[in-house]
């Protein structure tokens, strides 16, 4: 049996989807919810960073079910005992890539090492050469394929894999949407094809073959090259940018999730009772504001550790260690960041309070508690959201920047900033080890890109002020 | 070559498109229109009608990138400007054909004095520098009446009042001496005696530079005391046309014979309002028939199917009605179609006061300095007192910023008074707090001025109505409350399947009825109107006089009605209390006031009031600067500074109350 | 007006106070001196004695808030808090952990920062400025809507990728200039082109953005419309009206962030190896060392605070509705 492992991270992950998910049902009934969101999903660009969006979720929520394997020998009494890994879904599912180690550096593609070693010969005489890599490329020795043409041959099987499917998924959807609309099948797929409908099912369909086909080289090619190479002790660079994606989002969002109800509480309460509550609320976040962030950030990082190396007993693993610290990164970062959400919705909730629909209620006399939840709540549930979608990848870009400075994320967590971090002093050699740095910025860039595309949309069609122009 | 004969502007079926697609709106549809040398040409519409984007089409200034104009000509004199370049249509603006806007409040640049403002235009069409446009600059401001130009030149416009700010856009206007000024609604935005000014202003710099004025306004009463001739605008065409006289005398368009209806007024005290039944129909379709055919009370069937013409009515009048044409076989009109009833027999007032404020003072600290201290205090309302009977309606009339709407958040402790007591069928108002205050909320109710601001625009109608009574502790369980909300909203003349709408879905008449439900679903006795009809158009405002005045005869309401428009207050108030700077300075029975004022300020307040008898022979009392602030009142009474008929004395002490018995007045003039 | 600064400034002492408070209470209490003797110390020293010792000489043998054995005052001043935080309110930082002179360090390091944070944030402004407007000019159309994208792009890349890109691109293949490092005098300006630009490249993709909804904001104002219908021309209404009000957000963004440029910036000073104040924090947060630290957030906050009442006199001398009401 194995063991499962929840993390604290992957409890508020789950937490954190489960509210999604009731969110997303509680909007459907509610229309002016539903309207602007549909507005979203209407633009091209928006829908197709969302699909993008959801492919690095789905890696990171399954990245999030972690367990331990049983060790095999156990003990005597029937006892067992556990492996010390932690692993996850993902790690599974990915199987080799995780465990085709080499000694060192590879290029991408490459069959043999970055570095030359002494090799001894049968012979006896020592050369210094290039070793063969232990996992890559090693099929092409058993056959006479030059490698060119084997990465070729992989790639147009991958593709013509890939456009398969996507022709399945619009048949499918097609097929779908055709009796929902009750309408012939033939109809609907002209209309998807030539982009009529209203969300744009066309670019989703094609941003998911284009994620398809990422799957499927990974499949042909990952399983038999180390694609994007290997780093200093030998792992592959791809499963390390891979493993990644739940680090970046978990920084994006679990922040979001922990300082929102300071944010949502603090500020609405400042703004609507005013007088000294407003006073000490506008202290208490004038006081964090004014305190340089990434300081504060390191302080309190620097303060953990300090109490991490007091008190080993309390961590099992060295992944229940480094998840504690991604867990107090996520909320010192939340501390910092919900100054801003805070101020604009004490702004906003000052201005409220003074609408009419406001003074209708208390001439009504219903109760301030009625008031702020069924009145005040809902009209600034448009700033929470875009200010959650904004910050997302401006925390996703300030984990790289915290683990350059060393108080980010644990050293031996998978982060980009780690791996940025790990190899910018290789900028130095020659000839350059390049692949690290560029992977890890080149998925960084991806999501934020998809992010911000992304927020554009929500914004603009959620804040009345730019809904106008 | 110019001759005598060749107008200043003439539209040839001028159409505007904003947007693109299926959501394309076309405001303006086949507008032609003349306006010749130095006359004031008025287009007269409801809001929404296009009467704006028509102005802005002429100069080429349609909102960007929706707006444009897809078909028709401007003919300015020989040049047609549709055709210009965009760098040939600058030497017009500003030029040829000026613009002043609504709002003055927006329309200056707040970063630069106002004297460079009029400056630009003198250099940009005059090539005038330095001294000499200096001096221009300082004729100008004199021209449009501006006291201290030299000092003013240098100011910037936040320092100047609302009606100064209208002056230096129309100054800015004039520094181009052009042959025709466009004012969009140019005085909507002011009070009723800077009104006056604006339009007396007007008046005098077109006899002197000869201009001709677009006069465009939805108030009829402003239309006949300026125009020589009218359009009518609905849903994006011109409905009629005439001289003003003919106009006024004889209109055609059974649209333009409705807005005469509905306006309010003291000889229509006893019946209901004609109304115009339905809505402006949406501008994104395609018409088949008259635009207005849905509404119509003359119309018939043929008027559904068959777009009118433009028909010749007579000398000077033209209008798009199948009623107009010759041609056609007409059917009676039948009488009352629309179904305006009139009002039942008004109950009874009981006897006793509802209400009874004395000495009202809300005062609204000002801090200043280091630690805040407080340094002086805005006198928002200083010592009012008034009585509402049990089922009669007090009117309390004033401009902006004198302090009425304070009263009426005062008196429902909305905002807590600095002094004075108001005694609410005998409890103690200022003394109530918490629960208790709470639980007594639903005797007495207020109604907003905004409709579109005064309800949810997250919550649906239905659960905005029933949140006050769930409050309230009314009905014992959501069954019931639901029951009596579908009863409310068929009593205010909607239907019980609106209640599952969201505020957005109705129009702003709609809006105001379902405050009103709301409102009346506590059972309230004494309901506060703050303007409530001032949003809305005049047909509209028809519909919610109407129900206000029908729901008082039935279930025995008392009303304080705020509000600023006097035909109003004639037409529905029992008695009127006209309030100046934080103070009551005359009060008594409507018919007494508003035909015989006794206060100065009641006087010129009447007289500024636009009238849509022509010519009526009144003098308009000129009001003399703007309303001072009320955080500094004058020493004395209030209104010495700007009254025409003021004594040393008034400006010595506050006056005491005059007037006859049941009609306090507190003016000198009275000792 | 200077009754307002004088309020500005005597309410930014319970913000300092606060500040201090939680640092402190960060440092001192949920790390004891002990804890701290500890990790300096190592494993291996760990005896009582070296613990004891360790404090005394770094100045953490004291009470923590109370000395009770003092007399008078000095129960309050003879303490760590006192020692180690109210000091700083007369700018005493003391001595970092390796005995070096915090106050000199900084001054030392003041200059080096602002050579690269202030060229960088002037030439940053003036590229910003001209993009957004160049983006406003033509708003609605397709250079527009390309320039929004690109931002978009230009945002979403990292800044270190800027700094790495730019060092490999620039500094090591085609050898413009030194990779990284600095110099006093005439030499600095070798040194400092390649941070600048840096500087300058990552922030136009926010920076322009930015300010571009500053000009479409004032674009669709009542009197833009105003200065149309006077005939003005495109350009003037550009420069003469829109300019000038989008300016006062502007201005205003620029100067709250001013005081803090003396912080300089922590990666573009630590991948080029500038003696600046940035590379100073991260040095003090890698060696751990508190009293840097604790320096560092002090004088973060002043600058902070002072940023703040800068802006409000700023306000008064660009917008005419705050100088005269």
Known sequence: ?469 | METMKQPLLRLENVSVQLGHGDNAIRPVDGVSLTIQRGETFALLGESGCGKSMTALSILRLLPQPVGRITAGNVWLGDEELTALAESDMRRIRGRRISMIFQEPMTSLNPVLTVGDQIAEVLKQHHRMKGRVAADRVLELLDAVGIPDARRRAGEYPHQLSGGMKQRIMIAIALAGEPDLLIADEPTTALDVTIQAQVLELLQKLQQETRMAIMLITHDLGIVAGMADRVAIMYAGQLVEEASRDRFFSNAQHPYSRKLFESLPDVRKRDQALATIPGTVPSLNQEFSGCRFAERCAAGWDYCATHVPAWHAAGEDQATRCHRADPALDKPAISARVDGDKDHAARQLPASGNLLDVTDLKVHFPIHKGVFRHVTGHVFAVDGVSLQIPRGSTLALVGESGCGKTTVGKGILQLIRPTAGSVRFDDIELTQLAGEALRKRRSDFQFIFQDPYSSMNPRMMVGDIVEEGMAAQGIGNNKIERRARVDQLFEQVGLSAEHTQRYPHEFSGGQRQRICIARALAVDPQLVICDEPTSALDVSVQAQILNLLKELQNTLGLSYLFITHNLSVVSYLADRVAVMYLGRIVEEGPVARVLEDPQHPYTRALLSAVPDIEPDSGREVIRLAGDLPSPSSPPTGCHFHPRCPQAMPQCAQAYPDNFGAPGHPVRCFLYS | MFAYIIRRIAYAIPILIGVNILTFYLFFVVNSPDDMARLHLGMKHVTPEAIEKWKASHGYDKPLLLNKQAEGVEQLTDTIFFEKSVRLFAFDFGYSDDGRDISYDISQRMLPSLAIAIPALIIGLMVNITFAMLMAFFRGTYVDVSGVILCVVLMSISGMFYIIGGQYLLAKVFRLMPISGFAAGIDTIKFIILPVLIGVVSGIGSGSRWYRTFFLEEAGKDYIRTARAKGLSESLVLFRHILRNALIPIVTGVVVILPLLFMGSLLTESFFSIPGLGSYTIDAINKQDFAVVRAMVFLGTVLYIVGLILVDITYTIVDPRVRLS
């Not at chain 1, 070693?117 to 056959?143: C, I, M």
């Not at chain 1, 694609?227 to 891979?242: F, I, P």
């Not at chain 1, 009772?273 to 990434?294: E, K």
């Not at chain 1, 480094?322 to 101020?343: K, M, P, V």
């Open chain 1, 1 to 469: 049996m194995i063991m499962p492992v929840i993390l604290w991270t992957d409890a508020l992950v789950f937490l954190l989807t489960l509210v999604v998910v009731v969110f997303v049902f509680y909007a459907r009934s509610k229309p002016h919810i539903r309207a602007p969101w549909q507005r979203v999903f209407r633009g091209r660009v928006a829908a197709a960073s969302a699909v993008v969006l959801l492919a690095f979720v789905l890696v990171g929520l399954l990245d999030s079910l972690h367990f331990r394997l049983p060790l095999e020998g156990n003990g005597h009494n029937g006892e067992i005992h556990y492996s010390v890994d932690v692993l996850s879904v993902f790690d599974v599912l990915v199987g080799p890539l995780r465990s085709q180690e080499e000694k060192t550096y590879s290029a991408p593609f490459a069959t043999h090492l970055f570095a030359k070693e002494s090799v001894e010969h049968a012979d006896g005489s020592k050369t210094r050469e290039f070793p063969p890599l232990a996992h890559a490329g090693r099929h092409l020795q058993k056959s006479s394929t030059v490698k060119h043409v084997d990465i070729l041959q992989r790639s147009l099987a991958s593709l013509f894999e890939a456009l398969l499917t996507g022709a399945l998924m619009l048949w499918l959807l097609s097929g779908v949407l055709a009796r929902r609309a009750a309408r012939s099948t033939r109809d609907m797929l002209r209309e998807i094809l030539l982009q009529r409908t209203v969300i744009p099912w066309r670019t989703i369909l094609a941003t998911l073959t284009l994620l398809l086909l990422l799957v499927f080289l990974s499949i042909n090619l990952a399983s038999v090259y180390h694609v994007l190479g290997t780093d200093k002790v030998g792992q592959d660079v791809y499963y390390l940018s891979l493993k990644s994606i739940r680090t970046g989002l978990l920084i994006g969002t679990l922040t979001t999730l922990v300082m929102l109800p300071f944010a949502i509480f603090m500020g609405i309460v400042a703004g609507y009772a005013r007088g000294w509550i407003d006073d000490v609320v506008q202290y208490i976040y004038t006081t964090l504001n004014s305190i340089p962030h990434v300081l504060l950030i390191a302080a309190s990082i620097l303060m953990l550790q300090v109490y991490i190396a007091n008190h080993p007993e309390l961590f099992e693993t060295t992944v229940e260690r480094s998840d504690i610290r991604l867990l107090f990164l996520c909320i010192i970062l939340g501390i910092t960041s919900w100054t801003g959400l805070c101020r604009l919705l004490r702004g906003e909730s000052l201005k409220l309070r003074e609408a009419e629909y406001i003074q209708a209620a208390v001439s009504f006399g219903v109760a301030h508690t009625r008031i702020i939840t069924r009145h005040i709540l809902p009209n600034v549930m448009h700033i929470v959201l875009i200010t959650v979608v904004l910050d997302f990848s401006g925390l996703v870009l300030a984990e790289a920047v915290l683990s350059y400075v060393g108080v980010g994320v644990d050293p031996t967590m998978n982060s980009w900033g780690n791996m940025i971090n790990g190899a910018r002093l290789e900028m130095a050699r020659e000839p350059v080890v390049w692949w690290s740095l560029l992977s890890a910025f080149l998925f960084m860039f991806t999501l934020v890109l998809a992010a911000n595309l992304f927020s554009d949309a929500v914004r603009d069609a959620f804040d009345p002020r730019t809904r106008e122009r």
